[in-house]
Nanobody
Framework: QVQVLESGGGLVQAGGSLRLSCAAS??????MGWFRQAPGTEREFVAA????????LYSDSVKGRFSISKGNAKNTVYLQMNSLKPEDTAVYYC?????????????????????WGQGTQVTVSS
């Protein structure tokens, strides 16, 4: 049974930091990453990492502020979010893909990703 579990969301003031965690299990995954969705908007790519080689990709809106990394446990990733802004407020979803593909394909074709977490709320107050 495949499971994708996120944790670490919460309420933080603008300029603050949060770290999200994601643990996936049930099959080997090639890419893991994060998307987010604010009310009334479409799901947006945030960051992703290739598990075996550690290559990463970030959206322009978070580049330089967010960092994705692998945990010591297999299929565990973290999203360190610094210098948070009110516009970062959203539900953040962890996505895990077992199919080898370019990072940019993972980022631009979320409907092709099979395994998703339930989401964790991040709220940044001004």
């Amino acid at each position: 049974q495949v499971q994708v579990l996120e944790s670490g969301g919460g309420l933080v003031q603008a300029g603050g930091s949060l770290r999200l965690s994601c643990a996936a299990s049930g099959r080997p995954f090639y890419i893991m990453g994060w998307f987010r969705q604010a009310p009334g908007t479409e799901r947006e790519f945030v960051a992703a990492i290739i598990w075996s080689g550690s290559s990463t990709l970030y959206s322009d809106s978070v580049k330089g502020r967010f960092s994705i990394s692998k945990g010591n446990a297999k299929n565990t990733v973290y999203l360190q979010m610094n210098s948070l802004k009110p516009e970062d407020t959203a539900v953040y979803y962890c996505a895990a893909d077992s199919v080898p593909k370019p990072l940019r394909t993972f980022a631009t074709m979320p409907n092709s990703i099979n395994d998703w977490g339930q989401g964790t709320q991040v709220t940044v107050s001004s």
